[in-house]
């Protein structure tokens, strides 16, 4: 189904620019520096700013603030957060996140 795939490209990349030019997580990572861990920057924004987060997104964000991390790595801090209950996974069948405490849920 390449039109299915390219639908879900289309609004992945739309959820990456969202985010990468939210205010909120702008003014978080100006207010950050690389030598906070990705996992507590990461959970910061997240938490910060809301909404549903995956891999990309929060490469994205963390390459804002000066971190290189790659997407599997990403998806293990994701992961890592979602089992400390900080995220809660959205659908088993793909890896997007919310805040536990976000009212969507």
Not at 47 to 62: F, I, R, Y
Not at 80 to 92: F, Q, S
Not at 93 to 105: L, T, V
Request: proline share 5%.
């Amino acid at each position: 189904m390449p039109f299915e795939a390219d639908r879900v490209q289309t609004q992945s990349i739309a959820f990456l620019l969202k985010v990468v030019t939210s205010p909120t997580v702008r003014a978080w990572c100006i207010g950050q520096d690389a030598s906070c861990q990705p996992k507590d920057c990461l959970s910061e924004a997240i938490t910060g700013e809301g909404g549903e987060w995956n891999a990309q997104c929060s490469v994205a964000a963390l390459h804002e603030i000066g971190h290189t991390v790659d997407e599997k790595r990403t998806r293990q801090i994701l992961h890592n957060l979602a089992a400390d209950g900080i995220l809660r996974r959205l659908d088993t069948d793909r890896a997007g996140y919310r805040p536990a405490d976000d009212p969507k849920q």
